[in-house]
């Protein structure tokens, strides 16, 4: 990765230069949350409902996620910090950074809720083995270590944007059921970041971009299709690993190709996959979408939207009694 | 057919979709103070993303809301359509859910992102059908 460049000049957040770095700081601090505050425990009950495989499964899909989260904590967002074009940005990665760590950890609160020791060094150790899990992570950290600023942009948007659900669909899938609806919480958190992690990466490189010459802006749309599909034919892979032994696989690659169009048009590019083979299972939709009123229990303490406690200021008519 | 009346931000994924549809269409001015002196005063519908997550003042972009709070600008709004992500779960283009009711209009459809061809197509059908029986 290329030296970090030293900053010269302070931030200073009442001169903006663009208006989208502070409308994604207000919304991302504004979404901020942590796992803790998720009532996990209220899982163990519907954790216990599971077989065997269908518990390997979730722990194998966690680590999964654990990793890109990783990645894009650490190296991920300090990749892109050279290329900021503003010093509100460099401030927005560095929330970005922040996040993805906490959802990094949010799956390890989740393990140590709900499985033994010996369960959770199993599931990363696989981890650590599955072929088309490193792959990703391989092919993913190629781009940061390079030298092309713009491909690292459209390497992190592609994460953000596409690499994530082949395992969020899990989680989305055990809520349609009614099981783990509580993880299944934690994870919507996870997903609403990532759409504007997305959003706002796919943005910088869109500016980045329109300032090259057109060969150049040719040659980088042939990149990003190409580099979605090979990381799509290893998704494919991975997802067969994960799911065929639940009959499930096919249903989740509708899901991938339905984000990975999504992922596109968040760099500025028209969809590649075609509607009837991204006809996502309605309930998945429903699981990412549901009703504050209806997905949990009365007990479960936990809303489809966790909401910190609001404040509002006293006014003189409240002394009016 | 009705103008496509529409907002949006310096990203202009809301105007990449409104230029898919191929009708004439009007940006509400990014600045808050412009966008409360715009007016449009003929048959429209109007494109709204989606801010903020409902339990904030955000959801509607300021920008549309000093546009309706113009009635002359109101009275001619007949349908509105929303961007957003599904990312944002029930939330997901809230906006138009919150101006179509306010209005008493319908919520035509609702797009992610810069809409997929289908998602074009279908706008196009509801539009033309709306235009026809209005």
Not at chain 1, 80 to 87: E, F, Q, Y
Not at chain 1, 140 to 147: A, F, K, S, T, V
Request: hydrophobic residues 35%.
């Amino acid at each position: 990765m290329e030296k970090i460049k030293l900053v010269s000049r302070p931030v200073n957040w009442n001169k903006i230069e663009d208006p989208i770095d502070m409308d994604v700081w207000n919304r991302l601090t504004s979404n901020f949350w942590l796992p803790e505050k998720v009532p996990i425990s209220n899982d163990i009950q519907s954790w216990e409902t599971l077989k065997p495989h269908e518990k390997t499964l979730t722990m194998h899909v966690f680590t999964g996620l654990t990793m890109l989260d990783t990645i894009q904590g650490t190296i991920g967002a300090a990749a892109l910090l050279p290329d900021a074009r503003t010093p509100h940005e460099e401030a927005v990665i560095t929330n970005i950074a922040f996040m993805e760590s906490v959802h990094a950890k949010s799956y390890s609160s989740v393990f140590s809720t709900l499985c033994s020791t010996a369960d959770i060094d199993e599931a990363f150790r696989w981890s650590e083995d599955n072929p088309h899990l490193q792959k990703k992570a391989e092919i993913i950290l190629g781009y940061y270590n390079g030298d092309d600023p713009l491909k690292r942009k459209v390497a992190s948007t592609l994460l953000e944007s596409f690499l994530f659900y082949s395992g969020f669909y899990l989680p989305m899938y055990w809520s349609s059921r009614a099981k783990l609806t509580n993880t299944a919480d934690l994870i919507r958190l996870i997903i609403r970041d990532e759409a504007i992690h997305g959003y706002y990466i796919g943005y910088k490189y869109q500016l980045a971009l329109a300032e090259e010459t057109t060969a150049r802006q040719e040659e980088m749309k042939g990149y990003t299709y190409d580099l979605l599909l090979e990381l799509y034919d290893n998704e494919i892979k991975y997802t067969a690993d994960l799911y065929d032994g639940m009959g499930l696989t096919e249903d989740v690659k509708k899901f991938l190709r339905y984000n990975g169009n999504k992922a596109l048009m968040n760099l500025g590019y028209d969809p590649l996959f075609p509607k009837d083979e991204c006809d996502v299972n309605p309930a998945i939709l429903a699981a990412l979408s549901p009703n504050a009123d209806e997905n949990h229990d009365f007990f479960s303490g936990s809303g489809s939207s966790y909401v910190i406690g609001k404040h509002e200021s006293t006014t003189d008519d409240d002394w009016d009694f | 057919m009705f103008d496509v009346v529409y907002f949006s931000s310096v990203s202009e994924n809301t105007k990449r979709f409104v230029e898919k549809l191929g009708y004439s269409s009007i940006r509400i001015p990014l600045k808050s103070e412009e966008a409360a002196s715009f007016t449009h005063e003929s048959e429209s519908v109007l494109v709204v993303p989606t801010y903020g997550s409902g339990d904030d003042n955000n959801t509607v972009p300021k920008q549309v809301i000093k546009f309706l709070n113009n009635p002359a600008n109101r009275k001619h709004v007949r349908a509105v359509i929303a961007t957003g992500n599904t990312n944002f779960g029930s939330s997901y283009g809230l906006a138009g859910d919150l101006v179509a009711a306010k209005l008493g209009v319908p919520l035509l459809y609702k797009a992610e992102l810069l809409g997929t061809p289908d998602d074009i197509e279908q706008v196009r059908e509801r539009l033309e059908q709306l235009w026809l029986t209005r």
